[in-house]
């Protein structure tokens, strides 16, 4: 496995990218902070996507949208995210990103099955 971390002016399009690439993606979604531990908030549920977003005098966050129907759909928010890192297998194949927030919470999106995107390419859940 290695991991690199997304420069901070290329979170935008890396987000959009990731959304596109990993649309549908079974994935299990953890925070992981000083004050609760670690907290499952979601288990296997397809990846709606990922975005950065800030409003006027408000600060920065990145939100994960997670589920396929209103009863398990989840959106999880960062506020004031650091640093996001992307981890990948030793096939280049995407396996988890994880954020950090300027609390030092970290939220780690991880893939069921990680393999290269092309190898799915055109395949969707009913």
Excluded at 47 to 55: A, D, F, R
């Amino acid at each position: 496995m290695t991991t690199q971390e997304i420069p901070r002016p290329e979170w935008n399009n890396f987000f959009d990218s990731f959304s596109r690439q990993h649309e549908g993606w079974l994935a299990t979604l953890e925070v992981l902070g000083t004050e609760i531990g670690a907290q499952e908030e979601a288990h296997e549920l397809p990846l709606e996507g990922v975005s950065i977003g800030s409003g006027i005098n408000e600060p920065e966050t990145i939100a994960i949208s997670i589920g396929r129907t209103p009863d398990d759909h989840i959106s999880h928010t960062i506020t004031k995210p650091e640093h996001v890192w992307l981890e990948q297998t030793d096939e280049g194949a995407d396996a988890a990103l994880e954020i950090e927030s300027a609390d030092a919470t970290k939220t780690l999106l991880r893939f069921r099955s990680p393999v290269p995107p092309e190898y799915v390419d055109g395949v969707v859940l009913p």
